[in-house]
Nanobody
Framework: QLQLVESGGGLVQPGGSLRLSCVVS????????IGWFRQAPGKEREGVSY???????GYADSVRGRFTISRDNAKKAVYLQMNSLKSDDTAVYYC????????????????????WGQGTQVTVSS
């Protein structure tokens, strides 16, 4: 059974940093693309970043240059380092997995992912 568990969210002031973790079980990161998504109140879920099984990464324009995604296959974990946080980054953050062979839809499209974590709240406020 594929499972993903996020952690690392919290309350941070504007300009601060957080590192989110996504620990997976039931599958190997060598065969899956992992995406980070977020959903703010009243808004649709949006793609933030992804990392493929080969290490290719991608970012939404809104976070490029501020967020960095990385992966540790041995720890079965994917991380999202978030720097220079803004109030607009406030949302519930989710990680999700899809097979690396699935390439019909872009990696930042939520509907292309089948397996999701429960989410972790990130609040950026002074």
């Amino acid at each position: 059974q594929l499972q993903l568990v996020e952690s690392g969210g919290g309350l941070v002031q504007p300009g601060g940093s957080l590192r989110l973790s996504c620990v997976v079980s039931g599958f190997s990161l060598r065969y899956y693309t992992i995406g980070w998504f977020r959903q703010a109140p009243g808004k649709e879920r949006e793609g933030v970043s992804y990392i493929s099984n080969s290490g290719t990464t991608g970012y939404a324009d809104s976070v490029r240059g501020r967020f960095t995604i990385s992966r540790d296959n041995a720890k079965k974990a994917v991380y999202l380092q978030m720097n220079s946080l803004k109030s607009d980054d406030t949302a519930v953050y989710y990680c999700a997995a899809r097979p690396s062979t699935y390439q019909n839809v872009g990696e930042l499209v939520p509907r292309s992912y089948q397996n999701w974590g429960q989410g972790t709240q990130v609040t950026v406020s002074s």
